[in-house]
């Protein structure tokens, strides 16, 4: 699967999450790092959900960067 991930820099450090996986979030200290991260947090939470029995949800969130005059 293939989910949208959303990635902030913070002051000090960047946070990802993932929209259609609530409660997914990761941290770190640089941009590489957080990218991992979640990577092993998305991989955590749906084992986390299969071991519940919980439904995964499918990937379904995009992005598109817009263009805008500034």
Do not use: W
Request: net charge negative; proline share 9%.
């Amino acid at each position: 699967m293939r989910y949208a991930v959303v990635i902030e820099k913070g002051e000090t450090n960047y946070g990802a999450y993932v929209p259609d996986l609530p409660g997914c979030i990761a941290t770190g200290d640089t941009r590489e790092e957080v990218v991992k991260l979640i990577q092993e947090a998305i991989e955590f939470h749906i084992e986390g959900l299969r071991e519940e029995g919980e439904p995964i949800p499918p990937p379904s969130s995009s992005i598109e960067f817009i263009d805008v005059a500034a």
